[in-house]
T-cell receptor, first 115, second 111 residues
Framework: DARVTQTPRHKVTEMGQEVTMRCQPI?????VFWYRQTMMQGLELLAY????????DSGMPKDRFSAEMPDATLATLKIQPSEPRDSAVYFC?????????????FGPGTRLTVT | LAKTTQPISMDSYEGQEVNITCSHN???????ITWYQQFPSQGPRFIIQ???TKVTNEVASLFIPADRKSSTLSLPRVSLSDTAVYYC????????????FGKGTMLLVSP
C-alpha cells in the first residue's frame, strides 16, 4: 500500500530556530504539494511542484519559507527563522501528473510547535 | 478556481443517511467535483469524484444535477467512525492544477 511519508511527525522548537520538514511522495507521482493547516485558516496551499520544478509558491511567506525537491523521492520545506505563528500541521501530498482525478494522497503531517 | 459553499457543521445519529450539499455556482466546463474526508490528526483522504449525474462507490454517492451548480455527498447509514470534516472541491484534476480546500463541513455522528 503506497503512502506518502513525512518526517518528523512532531517538532517543538524555539523561536528563531531553523526547521526542516521532509516528505517522500509516492513512487511514480511527480506532483507534490505542501499545505499548512491551522484552526483559524484551515488548509492552505503553500507550494506546488511538478517534476521537481516549483510551479506555484505564492502561498508561502518568501522571507522565511523555502521549498525544494532535491530529487524525485524527496521534498523539503524549511522555515528559517521560525516564529510562533508558524505553529501548525504541515501536510505533504502527491499526485500523478496528467491524472484527471483529483486524488491527492496526503501524508500524516508534521505537527510543528514554535515556542 | 470555482468557489464552493458548504455548511460549517452537521449532526447525525448512527444508522442515518447523511447528505452534505455543496454549492459551486461558477463551476467551469472542465471542472470535476471531488470530496475529501479528514479525520483528526490525519491528512485528508479522497472519497469520491464526479463530473455529472451520479457516482457511487463503496463509501459514498455523489449526486450532481444537470446544471452542475451544486452537488450532494450522500453517506449511507453513518457510523461513529464517519465523524470527520468533509471538503468539497471543484476544479481540474490534481495533475493539472492546484486545489483550494475551504473550511469543510464538520460532521458529528452520535450514538
Amino acid at each position: 500500500d503506497a503512502r506518502v511519508t513525512q518526517t518528523p511527525r512532531h517538532k517543538v522548537t524555539e523561536m528563531g530556530q531553523e526547521v526542516t520538514m521532509r516528505c517522500q511522495p509516492i513512487l511514480g507521482h511527480n506532483t507534490v504539494f505542501w499545505y499548512r493547516q491551522t484552526m483559524m485558516q484551515g488548509l492552505e496551499l503553500l507550494a506546488y511542484f511538478r517534476n521537481r520544478a516549483p510551479l506555484d509558491d505564492s502561498g508561502m511567506p518568501k522571507d522565511r519559507f523555502s521549498a525544494e525537491m532535491p530529487d524525485a523521492t524527496l521534498a523539503t520545506l524549511k522555515i528559517q527563522p521560525s516564529e510562533p505563528r508558524d505553529s501548525a500541521v504541515y501536510f505533504c501530498a502527491s499526485a500523478r501528473n496528467g491524472d484527471p482525478s483529483y486524488e491527492q494522497y496526503f501524508g500524516p503531517g508534521t505537527r510543528l510547535t514554535v515556542t | 478556481l470555482a468557489k464552493t459553499t458548504q455548511p460549517i457543521s452537521m449532526d447525525s445519529y448512527e444508522g442515518q443517511e447523511v447528505n452534505i450539499t455543496c454549492s459551486h455556482n461558477n463551476i467551469a466546463t472542465n471542472d470535476y467535483i471531488t470530496w475529501y474526508q479528514q479525520f483528526p490528526s490525519q491528512g485528508p483522504r479522497f472519497i469520491i469524484q464526479g463530473y455529472k449525474t451520479k457516482v457511487t462507490n463503496e463509501v459514498a454517492s455523489l449526486f450532481i444535477p444537470a446544471d452542475r451548480k451544486s452537488s450532494t455527498l450522500s453517506l449511507p447509514r453513518v457510523s461513529l467512525s464517519d465523524t470527520a470534516v468533509y471538503y468539497c472541491l471543484v476544479g481540474r484534476g490534481a495533475g493539472y492544477s492546484t486545489l483550494t480546500f475551504g473550511k469543510g463541513t464538520m460532521l458529528l455522528v452520535s450514538p
